[in-house]
């Protein structure tokens, strides 16, 4: 299994970005889909957006679609998330998880496999004025 390092989280204002990044280790990018997944204080971790290997399927939760893009290098075997126009409501710890097997919508929608997903540690992302 591969290992996953998130980095680039923060405090921001409303209406401000950021960009995630998911280093990738142990491993390559390759064949492995990726996921950025969060979870808020006292709700269930959920999907925000994946992306595959081969045809580079994408997948967005309604409510990020428009403000956030994710993105994979993978010569840098980093995958990331860059979000804009950012709400108090996007607050939570942001985990990227990989899998070389699981389609996009598998790995953002399905809750019951995530814990067949290699994970990061997280990085919090805090939008508030």
């Known amino acids: 299994q591969v290992q996953l390092v998130e980095s680039g989280g923060g405090l921001v204002q409303p209406g401000r970005s950021l960009r995630l990044s998911c280093a990738v280790s142990?491993?390559?990018?390759?064949?492995?889909?990726i996921g950025w997944f969060r979870q808020a204080p006292g709700t269930e971790r959920e999907g925000v957006s994946c992306?595959?290997?081969?045809?580079?399927?994408?997948y967005y939760a309604e409510s990020v679609k428009g403000r956030f893009t994710i993105s994979r290098d993978n010569a840098k075997n980093t995958v990331y998330l860059q979000m804009h126009s950012l709400k108090p409501e996007d607050t939570a710890v942001y985990y990227c998880?990989?899998?070389?097997?699981?389609?996009?919508?598998?790995?953002?929608?399905?809750?019951?496999?995530?814990?067949?997903?290699?994970w990061g540690q997280g990085t919090q992302v805090t939008v508030s004025s």
């Open positions: 142990g491993g390559t990018l390759d064949p492995n889909t």
């Open positions: 992306i595959s290997s081969g045809d580079g399927s994408i």
């Open positions: 998880a990989a899998h070389s097997a699981a389609t996009v919508r598998t790995m953002c929608v399905l809750k019951t496999v995530h814990s067949l997903f290699s």
